[in-house]
């Protein structure tokens, strides 16, 4: 994953423009939100009412 490569080390391979870092920012963010809903769902559909 390119986020990993990204990660490693000391930053020397993170992205320089501004636009790159927000689009990382608003992707992670996205992914994130979205994985909470999912396990939320799925938490809601496993747990009788």
Do not use: C, Y
């Not at 990204?6 to 020397?12: C, E, Y």
């Not at 992707?27 to 559909?45: D, E, K, P, Q, Y």
Request: without cysteine; charged residues 10%; positive net charge.
């Amino acid at each position: 994953m390119a986020i990993i490569e990204i990660v490693q080390g000391n930053g020397d391979n993170a992205p320089r423009r501004l636009s790159q870092r927000i689009g990382w920012f608003i992707g992670i963010w996205t992914l994130s939100t979205a994985a909470l809903f999912a396990s939320a769902l799925l938490v809601h559909m496993i747990v009788p009412k």
